[in-house]
Nanobody
Framework: QVQLVESGGGLVQPGGSLRLSCAAS????????MGWYRQAPGKQRELVAR???????EYTDSVKGRFTISRDNAKNTVSLQMNNLKPEDSAVYYC??????????????WGRGTQVTVSS
């Protein structure tokens, strides 16, 4: 049974910081690209950042220079450090695992999400 459990969301003022964490159970972590997505009300879910199995890191343009994704393969965790938060960063943030067998993509796993609200 694979589970992704997020933590660390909350309410923060503009310019503040939050750190999201995702703990993965099961045996998929080392075979997965791990990422964070977000979905604001009335908008589509979008990629925020991803950290591939090979260590390549990607960010959506709007968070570059402010957010940092990191993974700990020994602890099966992936984190998202969010600095200089803006109201437009408000959304439900989801942890994602793209699970591969070798070079073949098999499926996605999703956490339940954690709310981030940036407001004064």
């Amino acid at each position: 049974q694979v589970q992704l459990v997020e933590s660390g969301g909350g309410l923060v003022q503009p310019g503040g910081s939050l750190r999201l964490s995702c703990a993965a159970s099961g045996s998929i972590f080392s075979s997965s690209t791990m990422g964070w997505y977000r979905q604001a009300p009335g908008k589509q879910r979008e990629l925020v950042a991803r950290n591939t199995r090979g260590g390549r890191i990607e960010y959506t343009d709007s968070v570059k220079g402010r957010f940092t994704i990191s993974r700990d393969n020994a602890k099966n965790t992936v984190s998202l450090q969010m600095n200089n938060l803006k109201p437009e960063d408000s959304a439900v943030y989801y942890c994602n695992a793209e699970y591969y067998s070798g070079s073949f993509y098999l499926r996605d796993y999703w956490g339940r999400g954690t709310q981030v609200t940036v407001s004064s």
